[in-house]
């Protein structure tokens, strides 16, 4: 344009991008029930890792994740671990959003 060549500057254009969907929301009705120790246990970044390990879909890490998880808590085993992990997730973020709201926000598992 006339004026940015004038006046020195460039007008540039940038790619829309888009937001990932959010897992949270992305379940309709979770199929698990899960114990108090078990969402009470981790806090934000733990949240945040389980989504990576969810969005990345590695097989290996999605076993491990679900194992340790199945292993501290004495949750039973039904072989399906990403349903698992998914429905984990979506209880987890519920609990900590629903925290957050009453002013009492977990950022690690390591925070009291």
Same mark, same amino acid.
């Given at each position: 344009?006339?004026?940015?060549?004038?006046?020195?500057?460039?007008?540039?254009?940038?790619?829309?991008? %888009?937001?990932?969907?959010?897992?949270?929301?992305? %379940?309709?009705?979770?199929?698990?029930?899960?114990?108090?120790?078990?969402?009470?246990?981790?806090?934000? @970044?733990?949240?945040? %890792? @389980?989504?990576?390990? @969810?969005?990345?879909?590695?097989?290996?890490?999605?076993?491990?994740?679900?194992? %340790?998880?199945?292993?501290?808590?004495?949750?039973?085993?039904d072989r399906d671990d990403y349903g698992f992990l998914f429905d984990y997730y979506g209880? @987890?973020?519920?609990?900590?959003?629903?925290? /957050? /709201?009453?002013?009492?926000?977990?950022?690690?598992?390591?925070?009291?």
């Open positions: 344009r006339v004026g940015d060549l004038v006046a020195g500057t460039w007008v540039i254009q940038v790619r829309k991008t %888009t937001l990932n969907d959010d897992l949270a929301f992305a %379940t309709q009705a979770p199929r698990r029930i899960f114990p108090e120790p078990a969402l009470r246990h981790y806090g934000i @970044l733990e949240l945040q %890792t @389980l989504e990576r390990v @969810l969005r990345e879909e590695e097989p290996t890490a999605i076993a491990t994740v679900a194992r %340790t998880i199945r292993d501290k808590f004495s949750l039973p085993d209880a @987890l973020c519920n609990r900590l959003e629903g925290r /957050m /709201m009453l002013g009492q926000r977990r950022e690690t598992k390591f925070d009291a």
